[in-house]
C-alpha cells in the first residue's frame, strides 16, 4: 500500500482521502495512489463504514501495539466500484460492484499455507499503522480480495460484510450450529452481527447481555430470543449468571464475549454449561482477571478470535439470500466532506443511538 500524501499533477481528478493526522484530528487531504499491479483493481469508493478501531485511532492514536507513528488514511469497512484492472486480472471487470476484504497476507508462511492467513505475521491491513485505509475516493487492491456483489446486495451492504465477517468467524471457532444455545456478551456493533451470523448458523436460541437499556431493546427489535442487562461490577457476577442461564432456560453451549472485559469473561466462564465453549472476540481490556480454574475444571473451552478469514463468499451469499438483513445496523450516513468526516465520527463517537455510521463517497 502507498504511503502517498501527493496529487498526481497529471491533470486528472484529484482523488482525495481522509487522513488522521493528530489525536482527534482528521484532514481530507490529497491521496496518491500506489502504482496499479498487474493483479491489481483501482476502486472508487462508495460505502465506507466508521468501526470502532477507527474512533479509538482517532482518539488515542494507538491500538493495542499498533502505534500510528505518522499520518494515516482511516477506514476499512468499504465497498466500490472498479474502474481499472491490472493487466493479469481476469475475474473482474469495469463496472463491477464489490467488497473489499481489508488485509493483504504474504501467502508465503505457515499461517498462510496452513490456511489461517488472519494470523499472517506480515499482514498488511487497511488502516492499520503504517497501512493506509480506504476513506478516500479510490484505492488500489489486490482483485482477489475485491469480492463481486449480486445485483439484490447493495454498496453499503458489502460495506458491512467486514463487521459481519468478524461474527461469521467467531461463530466458526464457537462451533455454533443448529444444536447449540448461544449466549452474547454485548450488544454493539459487532455484538448484532455475531447475533446475526449465530442465527444464521442455525443457533435455535440467542440471549444477549448488555450494560444499556437502548441497545438491549434493538438487540431484541432485531432477533434476540431474549435479552438480560448485566451489572458493570464484579461482584454482581453470580446473580447476573443466574438471570442469564434463567432467560436461556436452558444449557448454555456457545457464550461469545463480544466485549472483552473482566468482568463479561468471568460471567461467560461461569455461565457456560461445563463441556461448553467460550469464544472472546471483543478486546476492552488487554490483561483480564478471570475465574480459569473453576472453568478449567469444569471443561469449558476458551478460544480466541483475530479479525476473520474466508468469510466474505459466505457474508455475501447470507446477504443476497436474505438469510442476514444489516440494513437496520446503518443509522447514520454522512458524505464525504471536511465537515461530513469530523462529524460522523463525532456521532459514531458518542454511540447513543448509532449503530453504525456509513459514508456514502
Not at 325 to 342: A, C, M, W, Y
Amino acid at each position: 500500500m502507498g504511503k502517498g500524501g501527493e496529487g498526481s499533477g497529471d491533470g486528472k481528478e484529484e482523488n482525495m482521502a481522509a487522513w488522521l493526522v493528530s489525536i482527534n484530528t482528521l484532514k481530507i487531504q490529497p491521496y496518491q495512489l500506489p502504482p496499479l499491479g498487474p493483479h491489481d483493481v483501482r476502486v472508487r469508493m462508495k460505502a465506507v463504514g466508521i468501526c470502532g478501531s477507527d474512533v479509538h485511532y482517532l482518539k488515542t492514536m494507538r491500538l493495542a501495539h499498533f502505534v500510528v507513528k505518522e499520518p494515516m488514511i482511516i477506514g476499512h469497512e468499504c465497498a466500490g466500484v472498479i474502474e481499472e484492472v491490472g493487466s493479469e486480472v481476469k475475474s473482474l471487470t469495469v463496472g463491477d460492484r464489490v467488497a473489499l476484504e481489508p488485509g493483504i497476507s504474504c501467502l508465503r508462511c505457515k499461517y498462510c499455507k496452513g490456511g489461517r492467513y488472519n494470523l499472517c505475521e506480515e499482514m498488511k491491513f487497511f488502516a492499520t499503522p503504517p497501512v493506509h485505509g480506504s476513506l478516500a475516493n479510490q484505492v488500489v487492491h489486490p482483485a482477489e480480495l475485491c469480492f463481486k456483489l449480486p445485483d439484490n446486495v447493495s454498496l453499503e451492504e458489502g460495506a458491512m460484510c467486514e463487521p459481519l465477517s468478524v461474527g461469521v468467524h467467531a461463530c466458526r471457532r464457537a462451533g455454533v450450529g443448529p444444536e447449540t444455545n448461544v449466549l452474547i456478551m454485548g450488544a454493539g456493533p459487532i455484538g448484532l452481527v455475531t447475533m446475526f451470523a449465530a442465527r444464521a448458523f442455525g443457533a435455535p436460541k440467542i440471549v444477549i447481555t448488555d450494560v444499556n437499556d437502548h441497545r438491549l431493546s434493538v438487540a431484541k427489535s432485531l432477533g434476540a430470543d431474549d435479552i438480560v442487562k448485566v451489572s458493570t461490577n464484579m461482584e454482581d457476577v453470580d446473580e447476573d449468571v443466574i438471570q442469564i442461564q434463567k432467560a436461556m432456560g436452558a444449557d448454555i453451549d456457545v457464550t461469545i464475549d463480544c466485549a472483552g472485559f473482566s468482568k463479561t469473561m468471568s460471567t461467560a466462564l461461569n455461565a457456560s454449561r461445563a463441556g461448553g465453549r467460550v469464544c472472546l472476540v471483543g478486546m476492552g481490556h488487554h490483561d483480564l482477571t478471570v475465574p480459569l480454574t473453576p472453568a478449567a475444571a469444569r471443561e469449558v473451552d476458551i478460544v480466541g478470535v483475530f479479525r476473520y478469514k474466508d468469510t466474505w463468499p459466505l457474508c455475501i451469499e447470507f446477504l443476497r439470500t436474505g438469510k442476514i438483513d444489516v440494513k437496520p445496523l446503518i443509522t447514520h450516513r454522512f458524505g464525504f466532506s471536511q465537515k461530513e468526516v469530523e462529524e460522523a465520527f463525532e456521532v459514531s463517537a458518542r454511540g447513543c443511538d448509532a449503530i453504525k455510521v456509513m459514508f456514502n463517497l
